[in-house]
């Protein structure tokens, strides 16, 4: 024998033992249900990606925390770290011919090479739902409202999370208006994305870097201090066209249903640099965690894979903020959905009737958990208490000769007789 | 502007469009319902694993198909090439606490680095199903039940396809009546499995290699010639419990159902050495696609990663072939499924009616598809006939004022009204 192998996943990788599948298709089916209930097509690509298509898009710190590698022909391979790059490949390969606007989602894994501080993983899995090819607010609207669908679905209260929204196009008038000139806004929003992160000093003097003045500088915190929508038209004026878009997709929100979860907040950012208008983020009411789903509209990103320029809107919802928010609010346990049938058999002479059974049950569309051998009651009983199963049957000799077993109700402790 | 990049996958890998993934669903859809519906608890890992763990566990050939990196702090990963070193890891983990016999699934993507012949990929899906800690046949009458039950899920007819069920026991049994020593067997398995891929002739030699005299040669190619279980059992004596195992087998699915797809076929070797038990793998009758699925026995399999020694049944199930022959069989075009509402809009002053009937159709669970801008009637039942909605709601402004809207069924056109 060799030496013993370790049992553990490799470093940041999970494990998802039964229980905790239990959790995780818990969200998988609420993000699944959600999005074709808002009417997108579900679309998906391989995890291995090209690097120099994952470079060409990412942030300057995502593009560190990929894991590339070479395959046996010296190509430069990677796991990709968000699926946005992959999207836009797909729906540039075949732009002449997609019935824009197209809506698609997709559950994808993807992986950053990360510390391992405060348990962070080095992969999750991430909803991603994008409308391509409108530059309506309904797109931003409907993106949103799936969004708050799944979180519904997932069991979360409306007052347990906001969906915090702002806009890259209105900050962008504003800084316009203080007098910073269009191109150092994108060194803007990635300073500002910093905050929280780093000290308002140190924001400071990565924004003099950029060539901002001490007044620019002071007039940038000043419109992060804006905290109304009302107080961000006074600053912009009415007749702002990002304000007018923010107003709609307001309005949109009431008549959908969910207008009580959104708040206006100018500190939304996101971090990487190719949003062009609306952005958001959601959080918990507490802010104990970190976002739970972001995104927003990024009209240049398939002109930048060398695609045709086409509006977009999108967003990520990953997997692991969700779980801690869930357990959080619900408790370590996920309920139990008791469902199908538990059956056992004494000798290996019930045994064919009990598959008989087990095969026109299953027929029927039930679940069934078959015994794999023979017990005594007490033995098949004593373990039915960890069994999932609503109904348990256990056929012993007499029950053949008369022809019927009872079905015992795992919850209610009621019986039923069935007919073999 | 940098140069364009290519927007094809990386070679070998798929990317998924929504129609590809109307296929892909199907088969994934049908593989869970069966799991499901047999019992099989799901559980999942992550796609990248230690090298070390892969090497351990699998045949040299498999070895070199590996994808293997390094990570930055110089771990040795891969991307799995199969699921079973991973089950068989973290089974050996909690060894002493899982409720044994487990049953459990997953649905995993592996990868090989293999030369990109006739179309063949470098990465695919596979449902794995696999009942450990128990030596019941029983076992194998299950996985079986439910690989078939995933089949008549997908709507492939009994009669399109077979299970060629052997055994590796029962082969040993024979070769070692044959004179063979048992050291030999692995080799003699390997050997006999190329069967098809090279010539008789060039299997003989590598059995000479293995030390195999002529005569010992001779009478292995003897057995392959055996074709029903009644000749083997002349070769290998009534009392053989390799035998009994097999005619238990054909018993139980006879019980459950699916006796007629089962066939005995002692070619069926399985090329991996970890096998000790009974084994099989699935055809399409007209034997034009290569194995649909197939697994066995492995007893001996959690041992060989560090674990207790523990009886084990498995099975793999790709999605690219099963796919092939589904294409083969129902057509290139996959049946689409109506389902929900399309809704639309003459102007925006109908949009936030629209929008209230789309929440409220969405909140029952329907499936709705909002148009996302206003158009003219035509337009809209113009561009319906692409849709996979069942029914189409189109507001004008009549329609606000009657407070009610017609719902066209798109299938049999027919109307109906539907007060807002």
Redesign the interface.
């Known amino acids: 024998m060799?030496a013993?192998?370790?049992?553990?996943?490799?470093?940041g990788?999970?494990?998802?033992?039964?229980e905790d599948?239990v959790w995780?298709?818990r969200i998988f089916d609420a993000w699944r249900a959600a999005a074709?209930?808002?009417?997108f097509?579900?679309?998906?690509?391989?995890?291995?990606?090209?690097l120099?298509?994952l470079q060409?898009k990412s942030g300057e710190e995502v593009s560190e925390q990929i894991?590339a590698?070479?395959?046996?022909?010296g190509?430069k391979?990677a796991?990709r770290p968000e699926m946005t790059p992959t999207l836009a490949?797909?729906v540039?390969?075949?732009q002449s011919r997609l019935?824009f606007?197209i809506?698609?989602y997709t559950m994808a894994?993807c992986?950053r090479?990360e510390r391992m501080t405060r348990g962070r993983k080095r992969?999750h899995y991430q909803l991603n739902m994008d409308?391509i090819g409108?530059d309506?607010i309904?797109?931003e609207?409907?993106i949103l409202?799936a969004a708050v669908?799944a979180m519904r679905e997932m069991g979360l209260p409306d007052t347990a999370w906001h969906i915090h929204v702002s806009s890259r196009a209105l900050l962008g008038e504003l800084l316009a208006k203080s007098g910073i000139p269009q191109d150092q806004h994108p060194a803007v929003f990635i300073a500002l994305d910093k905050r929280g992160k780093i000290s308002d000093e140190e924001i400071a003097s990565l924004l003099r870097n950029e060539g901002l003045n001490d007044e620019a500088i002071a007039k940038t915190f000043e419109l992060l201090a804006v905290t109304s929508l009302e107080g961000a038209a006074a600053l912009a004026g009415e007749d702002s066209p990002a304000l007018a878009d923010l107003r709609k997709l307001f309005a949109?929100a009431d008549?959908?249903?969910y207008g009580e979860i959104l708040m206006f907040d100018i500190a939304v950012i996101r971090g990487l640099s190719y949003y062009t208008g609306i952005v958001f983020e959601a959080f918990d009411a507490q802010r104990k965690f970190r976002a739970i789903f972001g995104g927003g509209r990024y009209d240049s990103l398939l002109a930048l894979?060398?695609?045709q320029p086409t509006p977009a809107v999108g967003m990520g919802f990953g997997d692991v903020v969700v779980g801690e928010v869930l357990r959080d609010l619900l408790g370590e346990t996920c309920p139990i959905q008791r469902d199908?049938y538990l059956i056992g058999y004494m000798t290996d002479e019930q045994?064919?009737a009990a598959?008989?059974l087990?095969?026109k049950l299953?027929?029927e569309?039930?679940?069934?958990?078959?015994s794999?051998?023979a017990q005594k009651p007490k033995h098949f009983f004593g373990k039915s208490g960890?069994s999932s199963a609503l109904e348990a049957i256990y056929i012993g000799p007499d029950d053949l000769t008369a022809g019927a077993v009872q079905v015992k109700n795992l919850e209610t402790r009621e019986q039923r007789t069935l007919a073999l």
């Not at 013993?4 to 470093?11: G, K, N």
């Not at 990788?13 to 039964?18: A, I, K």
Request: glycine letters at 8%; a positive charge.
């Open positions: 060799s013993p192998i370790s049992f553990e996943a490799p470093r990788m999970r494990d998802f033992y039964p599948m995780r298709n074709e209930r808002f009417g097509k579900n679309y998906d690509a391989c995890v291995v990606e090209s120099e298509l060409r894991y590698f070479e395959d046996k022909s190509r391979l796991l490949r797909m540039a390969a075949r019935p606007p809506k698609w894994q992986f090479y992969e409308i409108s309506e309904l797109c609207a409907e409202g669908a949109m008549e959908m249903g894979v060398g695609g199908g045994r064919p598959l008989k087990t095969a299953r027929a569309g039930h679940k069934v958990d078959l794999l051998v960890n």
